[in-house]
């Protein structure tokens, strides 16, 4: 397994690669999201434990940070767009769904030709954005970004409320979620409890547990220490701040439960990730050379 590092040769946070997509690529991940459209039989992948042979016309989704490989694309057989996390984890809409987000894989053509059809032609719109001369190149190819993930996630949540009903399903509920989930990134670094955030949200402590481990899929511990790694990941980019520093920004109380959740949560110790993000690999869509 190995670490890429994902480069915007043009618009800053977001890539487009077609004629360039390898015909293999071992297990790796970056912290890019990249959602891949097939264009012709034969494309195999691997995405965490999951073998995925889509078809063409099929959206291939893989999230920030899972792990995954190309086990073979004929050549012309794929294009791909990939932008950066923050993107999503800067946004409490998306963070709050993403425990159902990244269990969606791919989103077949077959049964949801309109949803695929739609998410196609928003790639390719950002590749006709990409170049940068254009005023506004960088926003216009970010909301293109933003209409692909809204359409995914309705489609998650759709999903979702079939599946446990519309009585447990509420937008009211979800409504409770998502200011929790604003208030916990606006104060990560704070020392909050679940006690403080249900208050703040305006519902009593137990059915702020039920409701948050039922909607989001985690614990409020375990979606806190996210969270903080996170914002880790973000500070550790700047090469002036120490990994003790980052850590105590970043919320943690203990440099010995970072380094741990952060391993955990990315397969590597802070400093292996500094050094992996000075210098990194390579990623598919820029090839070394």
Not at 250 to 274: D, I
Request: overall charge negative; aromatic content about 10%.
């Amino acid at each position: 397994m190995e670490k890429e590092i994902v480069n915007y040769p043009n618009i800053h946070g977001v890539a487009f690669t077609g004629s360039e997509t390898p015909e293999s690529f071992p297990a790796h991940w970056h912290d890019a999201a990249e959602f891949t459209v097939i264009l012709k039989e034969g494309c195999r992948y691997k995405v965490g434990d999951r073998s995925l042979s889509p078809r063409p016309g099929d959206i291939l989704l893989v999230w920030p940070r899972q792990l995954h490989s190309i086990v073979h694309v004929p050549m012309g057989g794929a294009a791909f767009i990939q932008f950066s996390s923050s993107l999503i984890e800067s946004n409490a809409d998306l963070t709050a769904a993403a425990g159902f987000l990244h269990d969606c894989q791919l989103i077949p053509a077959e049964s949801e030709p309109e949803l695929a059809g739609r998410i196609r032609e928003l790639v390719y719109g950002i590749r006709d954005g990409q170049d940068d001369r254009q005023m506004f190149a960088e926003t216009r190819c970010k909301m293109l970004v933003y209409e692909i993930l809204v359409l995914v996630g309705e489609h998650v949540m759709r999903e979702r409320r079939e599946q446990i009903g519309s009585g447990r399903f509420s937008d009211r509920a979800w409504g409770y979620i998502r200011a929790a989930c604003g208030y916990i990134a606006e104060h990560s670094s704070e020392e909050i409890t679940q006690a403080e955030v249900a208050e703040r949200t305006g519902v009593s402590p137990y059915y702020f547990s039920k409701i948050f481990n039922e909607y989001t899929r985690t614990s409020f511990p375990n979606y806190l220490a996210s969270i903080r790694v996170q914002n880790a990941i973000h500070l550790l980019a700047d090469g002036s701040r120490s990994i003790t520093d980052c850590a105590y920004a970043a919320g943690f109380q203990s440099t010995t439960s970072f380094n741990k959740l952060f391993h955990e949560m990315t397969g590597c110790s802070p400093r292996e990730y500094r050094k992996l993000h000075r210098h990194g690999n390579p990623s598919p869509s820029a090839p070394a050379g």
